[in-house]
């Protein structure tokens, strides 16, 4: 089981490659509900960390496409998937793709109207400075929009089942303005800057 959770975290080889296309397919309702807690047409430099398989960032574009849509991810399995996926968009630089760690992120201060992780803190190896860099990327009143399903929450970060204990940790790392929502086994914390 170690080896599967840790494709979750960074897919490699063969399985990894399989791994993030059944990702496109699989998390298609999360993305779906994930995205429509945004007005997509109001954000114009979007960040989805932790792309795999890239359906996000196909979403975005099918709804938004004066958007400039960058991507990071540990694995270089995930970028091949969604480049793919993606390719007419990445041919003509509306989509940005690159490995990089959420932690450590090469981007400018307040470059960002929205950043999104769907189904992927749960992986972040540092998951309070990782919160810390979205928010110094996102402008002023950007939005970051945390998605998961709450079982993945309870396994991967048992500390956070209680969704108040992750609000306080995105106040502590300068989100003080955050809606929590639930819809079945989802949960969305939008966090305003």
Not at 95 to 117: G, H, P, R, S
Request: hydrophobic fraction near 35%; include cysteine; charged fraction near 25%.
């Amino acid at each position: 089981m170690n080896y599967l959770s840790s494709q979750g975290a960074n897919p490699t080889g063969f399985v990894g490659s399989v791994v993030t296309k059944i990702w496109s397919n699989y998390f298609r309702d999360l993305s779906e509900w994930t995205l429509a807690s945004v007005d997509l047409d109001e954000q114009h430099t979007i960040l989805d960390v932790g792309f795999g398989g890239g359906a996000n960032i196909k979403y975005i574009k099918e709804h938004n496409n004066e958007s400039i849509v960058y991507g990071i991810d540990v694995s270089e399995e995930a970028v091949k998937t969604a480049t793919d996926l993606n390719r007419k968009y990445v041919d003509s630089g509306e989509v940005i793709l690159t490995i990089n760690d959420v932690a450590y992120m090469q981007f400018e201060d307040e470059l960002f109207d929205l950043v999104v992780a769907t189904q992927t803190h749960i992986y972040w190896e540092e998951l309070e400075k990782g919160l810390s860099e979205c928010y110094r990327v996102l402008k002023h009143n950007g939005t970051l929009l945390i998605t998961s399903e709450i079982d993945k929450i309870e396994y991967h970060l048992p500390e956070y089942k209680n969704p108040n204990d992750f609000v306080s940790l995105l106040g502590a790392t300068g989100f003080t303005d955050v809606n929590v929502k639930t819809s079945n086994n989802y949960v969305a914390f939008i966090c305003k800057k």
